[in-house]
């Protein structure tokens, strides 16, 4: 059981590169969650998935796109990477979207793009 | 709107002392509050959680926070702490009708010295 398993561990990109940030969950949660994590900040949801074929925007989007085709596999896509999308990425899978509900996170990515 | 404040961004103790690592919140409605633990190179990790009950939580590893109301606060203690517990600690707030949507605090880092 590896939980929640996030490729690659770190990444470097040029400005206006793409690249895809795989995430899987072997626990068969239905939600998953896609967090950046910035230095003097707490985790910041960037989108998130209530179930396979779903993906939903959190607080900040812009800039991203996710996938959810298979229900392990949230996908979390930077079309044209910027500076500013240098950070620590973070996915997390929950079993329901419950106020109570546990959040378990993955290793992270860090990415740096120049 | 929910936010979180966590008073210290560092931490520095030496082992077997005792430590207090504050967050206050702030919401006009009832929260669930969480403390995550995030060690070095690792993903963020659940250490306690507060819903309901008892104010007084803890954690398998001798670590505990209070909710205290009155105050909007949730500090979490532990009175002799180990090297192994040096990491960044998050303090988190939940709506206890808002579902999965978190507010992170910016995180403490303790840094426990020989």
């Known amino acids: 059981n590896a939980g929640v398993t996030q490729t690659p561990k770190f990444r470097v990109l040029k400005t206006g590169q793409s690249m895809t940030l795989l995430c899987a969950q072997d626990m068969n949660h239905e939600y998953m969650y896609w967090y950046r994590q910035d230095p003097g900040m707490g985790l910041r949801l960037i989108h998130y998935?209530?179930?396979?074929?779903?993906?939903a925007k959190g607080e900040v989007p812009d800039g991203y796109n996710v996938s959810r085709l298979k229900k392990q596999n949230f996908l979390l896509g930077l079309e044209s990477a910027a500076p500013s999308q240098t950070s620590v990425y973070f996915c997390?899978?929950?079993?329901?979207?419950?106020?109570?509900?546990?959040?378990?996170f993955g290793p992270g990515t860090r990415l740096l793009v120049l | 709107a929910q936010s979180v404040t966590q008073l210290d961004s560092q931490v520095p103790v030496f082992e077997e002392a005792p430590v207090e690592l504050r967050c206050n919140y702030s919401s006009s409605v009832s929260v669930y509050l969480f403390w995550y633990v995030q060690y070095p190179n690792q993903g963020l990790q659940l250490l306690l959680k507060y819903l309901s009950g008892s104010t007084l939580v803890e954690s398998i590893n001798g670590f505990e926070a209070e909710f205290n109301k009155s105050q909007t606060s949730f500090h979490l203690r532990k009175p002799s702490v180990h090297i192994s517990d040096t990491a960044e600690y998050f303090c988190?707030?939940?709506?206890?009708?808002?579902?999965?949507?978190?507010?992170f605090g910016a995180g403490t880092r303790l840094f426990v010295k020989a």
């Open positions: 998935s209530v179930g396979e074929g779903t993906t």
């Open positions: 997390a899978s929950s079993r329901t979207g419950a106020s109570q509900e546990t959040q378990y």
């Open positions: 988190a707030v939940r709506l206890n009708t808002g579902g999965f949507k978190t507010i």
